[in-house]
């Protein structure tokens, strides 16, 4: 039987039912060891809290405003779109260092939407219910992590990051119970699929080989067809999965994100991020920025995310090794030249856009000094990261007394200089800085005021206008410019949690 998609090609057109589901379940045509079929369990009283119309446009979806009761159902798992094969995924993956055996505790893959130009989506449900990976867990999820992976996964997508996305928050009816009673939700995640370096792992600890080859088929034809006829498909696997990762990391750093939990079932093989947990956004450029309350260590700290990215694929590179060659000496000696490569390709990927962030649109090997030197002046003085990028556009902005200081003049008549020798007109420069330097993020203090008026107020007025501006974050608009603004200066450091 033949397990990976067969084309990029829609199924033959069928009746997609109230929103515009067309399913076509490559992943659930895999042998059932790789997950396992179960049902959402219902909830009371589904009813909508956020839809998102425009990825439901992107995606050739409709939300028929007339239809809310029955869209609601749908996106609670109470009914079933037509064609969906619900399933469980199976996987592994090392958290925090330590490995051990996990799966879909509470999410749930409806199947794969094919959009009408053959692009494949998996829709999962998050927050429906137990599921035969769940360890003792309910399988639900509460409002407030749910919006809040909302909001921060669109902000990645405004941003114009890899990432999942969101189409809907639903609310369940019903209370889940944490250290108080929560109000509970579904969210419906969107990806290119959820196939982890964890999925890897966990057919490599069952020993199963045929699996792995029968995944890493799979994966290459879903997610890296070019690749497919040549020599050494699973080298070249391990090289393009290292090279997503690569220029992953380097744009979050970019915008100065902390992903907060980056264990091996939160790496996505199709270089997507993923899992909104303990992540957020720098407020003040520190390197040991963590915000994740049970790193304790600093292991996913914002400096340390690249180094943590290729860990992950060395572990990753383990499980394909029966696949490298019949030789172990010579398949370990394979991965580690591919894994070799990963400093060379971030350090390609994130030193080409922060040159973009400076308007430097030549390159000059003193373009790193420049960079450090800003980076070292903005952590001693603790600016704001977001904003510095920002105010180097604007004479006005640079009258603050933060950037009065003789350090700061100092490198900004370096700037200058470097600038000048673009060849180009000094607009150019700043242009190419508007688009790489985002006027707002997800800053914290605004993504909790949100959350907090949505849950405790019952007022999604804030997380609109909230989103709104997330959805545009390159524009210089006036009426997000509060957005801008950086937190008070509080003893208590920004903490989020897993919100399971």
């Keep these: 039987m033949n397990n990976t998609p067969s084309s990029n090609v829609p199924a033959p057109d069928r009746e997609v039912g109230i929103i515009g589901f067309h399913f076509d379940n490559s992943y659930a045509r895999l042998p059932e060891s790789f997950f396992s079929r179960i049902e959402p369990t219902r909830v009371t009283n589904p009813t909508t809290v956020v839809l998102n119309h425009g990825l439901a446009n992107q995606l050739g979806l409709r939300f028929d405003e007339s239809e809310q009761t029955r869209i609601a159902s749908l996106l609670a798992g109470n009914e079933m779109a037509r064609g969906a094969e619900p399933i469980a995924q199976a996987y592994a993956g090392h958290q925090f260092g330590g490995f ?20 494949r989506f998996d829709i999962q449900l998050k927050g429906a219910g137990r599921t035969p990976y769940s360890r003792g867990g309910d399988g639900r999820a509460a409002l407030g992590p749910m919006l809040r992976e909302y909001i921060i996964s669109e902000a990645m997508a405004g941003l114009g990051i890899p990432t999942t996305r969101s189409l809907s928050v639903v609310a369940t009816g019903q209370p889940v119970y944490r250290e108080s009673a929560l109000p509970g939700a579904i969210l419906t995640r969107v990806a290119a699929s959820h196939i ?35 020599d050494q498909p699973y080298v070249a696997l391990l090289q393009s999965v290292l090279v997503r990762q690569a220029s992953l990391v380097a744009r979050w750093l970019h915008v100065g994100f902390v992903h907060g939990v980056m264990n091996t079932d939160n790496m996505s093989i199709a270089g997507e991020t993923i899992d909104y947990g303990p992540c957020a956004f720098m407020d003040v450029y520190d390197p040991a920025t963590v915000f994740s309350s049970i790193d304790h260590g ?112 100092t490198w900004y008549g370096e700037w200058q200089n470097r600038l000048a020798r673009n060849g180009v007109p000094f607009q150019s420069a700043i242009s190419l800085m508007q688009k790489n330097n985002p006027c707002v993020i997800a800053r914290n203090f605004f993504v909790e005021e949100a959350l907090e008026w949505a849950t405790e107020r019952r007022d999604l007025s804030r997380f609109h206008r909230l989103v709104a501006s997330l959805s545009v974050p390159y524009d210089d608009l006036a009426e997000h410019h509060e957005y801008r603004n950086p937190p008070h200066e509080s003893d208590k450091p920004y903490q989020t949690y897993c919100g399971t």
């Design 298 to 409: 600093g292991r996913y700290a914002y400096a340390n995310q690249p180094n943590i990215a290729q860990w992950n694929l060395a572990r990753f590179a383990e499980t394909l090794l029966p696949l490298l060659d019949a030789n172990q000496e010579t398949a370990v000696a394979m991965a580690i030249e591919v894994l070799e490569t990963f400093p060379t390709h971030f350090q390609q990927q994130w030193l080409a856009g922060m040159r973009r962030k400076l308007g430097l649109i030549t390159e000059e090997e003193g373009d790193l000094t420049i960079i450090q030197s800003l980076l070292d002046w903005m952590r001693v003085s603790k600016a704001d990261y977001t904003n510095t990028f920002h105010d180097l556009k604007s004479e006005s902005a640079l009258r603050q007394s933060i950037y009065q200081t003789e350090a700061f003049r």
């Design 196 to 230: 982890r370096v964890g999925t890897f792992e966990y057919m490599a600890a069952r020993n199963d080989n045929e699996g792995l080859r029968v995944l890493a088929d799979y994966t290459i034809a879903r997610h890296f067809p070019e690749i497919l006829g040549v």
């Design 100 to 119: 051990t055996i996990l799966g879909d505790g509470r999410a749930i893959l409806l199947g794969e939407h094919l959009t009408k130009t053959g692009e």
